[in-house]
């Protein structure tokens, strides 16, 4: 876990020995008497000095965070002999930062003194982060010698992406078996009315529309739509990203995978997520709080990863996808192995939905003619691939960073809609 400290000479140590091999080398003896104190400073220095037995200790008050969080911190620090000078630094990874208190800290610790240092760190980027390195230097009473020590990271903290309110969700076409908030397009124990029919013995009293059976001169009575849940993969794209600054397409889809895991799973659906890049990972349909930890866990692993032993793969495993699924899709559209594996499941008859995290805020056209004429180019071919999707039926919404999710699954709410409407 930590590393023995290491013992350095200081500056003046460090002239002091040039100095004596430079009066060597040049046959200079004033030399030496001017470097002689210093050495015989570093010297004593070091004879006195001896070597620190530091204990060292990092804890967080949580293990979980929402971006933008700020979770408490601190250092513990103890030593059986006094320690004249003792630097700190708290080595905090990209996507955290603390922000009060001095870092690097400069203390002294006396005799069997231990120093308790309290910190705060502010979450500002969703991830797993392996937190406690400490870098630790020890400086002797004359400041000739120094020791140091790496403390390896010893806690894990989660950071879970923010969640925006989503007001409507898109339906699938074909429901479970199973009871939930979705209505089936099958008839039968509901609330949803369907159509009338007459009554035949064993309907039940309460079904009876006595209006209907009152102007028709007979009984009649209401069916109903069946309530069910659904099965909902969320299909991540993680081949590429565009990235600008501390955003990228891969942040936004990861932010929106998890609102849209949650509000399917209040529904009382099953969901489910493959996470579709350099490294094929997918995790099966589940229901309740459990399952959506789950995925809330492995969107976190979520990275992009040049791995080539999945550089060909271009489809989707058969029996990864239950069988009428609703494939909710979060794709930049930059890499052709993506759109080849969507459209595959187009083919392959699954209810397919996409929402295009658009790379364009994060890829200017460039100050060239010969840049701008490429990025029109660029932009063309996105338009036909969007094209080509919305041909085959399948419904594709661009979404931007500012915007919340709900606007993109609002238009593909009215895509299906009056598609559905075409059709009959």
């Known amino acids: 876990m930590t590393r023995s400290f290491t013992a350095k000479l200081g500056v003046y140590a460090g002239l002091a020995s040039f100095g004596l091999l430079a ?28 070597q620190p037995r530091l204990g060292a ?53 006396g005799p069997r003194d231990g120093r308790e240092l309290a910190r705060t760190i502010r979450c ?39 969640a925006d309110a989503v007001s409507r969700l898109v339906r699938p076409r074909e429901t479970q078996v199973f009871s939930g908030n979705q ?39 209401n069916e109903l739509h069946a309530e069910r849940n659904a099965d909902v993969i969320v299909f991540l794209d993680s081949f590429t990203e565009a990235r600008g600054g501390t955003s990228g397409t891969l942040d936004l889809a990861v932010r929106a995978a998890a609102v849209i895991s949650d509000a399917y799973l209040r529904e009382k659906d099953r969901v489910g997520l493959i996470s579709f890049g350099g490294v094929l990972n997918w995790l099966l349909p589940g229901s309740g709080l459990t399952q959506l930890y789950r995925i809330v ?37 930059l890499d052709e192995r993506s759109s080849t594996a969507l459209l ?10 996409i929402v295009e995290i658009s790379p364009l805020p994060f890829s200017g056209p460039g100050a060239g003619d010969d840049e ?20 085959a039926g399948v ?12 606007v993109p699954l609002e238009e593909v709410r009215a895509f299906r809609r009056f598609a559905a409407r075409g059709r009959g």
């Open 57 to 109: 200790s990092f804890e967080l008050e949580r293990l979980t965070a929402l971006e933008g969080e700020r979770v408490g911190a601190v250092v513990r620090l103890t030593s059986p002999a006094p320690i004249e000078r003792l630097e700190l630094l708290i080595d905090a990874p990209p996507g955290l930062s603390i922000v009060d208190g001095d870092n690097p800290v400069a203390l002294r610790l």
């Open 124 to 162: 500002d980027r969703w991830g797993g982060y392996a937190l406690g390195r400490l870098h630790l230097r020890a400086t002797s009473r004359f400041g000739l010698v120094r020791h140091e020590l790496e403390l390896e990271p010893s806690v894990d903290l989660k950071v879970y992406p923010t």
């Open 395 to 406: 419904p594709v919404a661009v979404w931007e960073d500012g915007a919340p999710i709900s």
């Open 344 to 353: 595959d499941l187009v083919g392959r008859g699954f209810d397919l939905a």
């Open 23 to 50: 009066a060597l080398a040049l046959g200079i003896p004033e030399l030496v008497a001017l470097a002689a104190p210093l050495a015989l400073a570093a010297a004593f220095d070091l004879a006195l000095t001896e």
């Open 297 to 333: 866990d492995s969107l976190l692993d979520t990275e992009i990863i040049l791995n080539y032993a999945w550089k060909d793969i271009d489809v989707l495993p058969r029996r990864t996808l239950p069988p009428q699924a609703l494939v909710l899709a979060l794709t930049p559209f």
């Open 372 to 391: 701008q004429l490429a990025h029109r180019i660029w932009r063309l071919r996105r338009d036909a691939l969007r094209g080509r999707f919305e041909h």
């Open 183 to 221: 209505v089936a397009r099958q008839k039968g124990e509901g609330i949803e009315f369907a159509d009338l029919r007459a009554f035949v013995p064993g309907d039940r009293i309460r079904r009876i529309n006595w209006r209907a059976s009152a102007r028709r001169g007979e009984l009649w009575v």
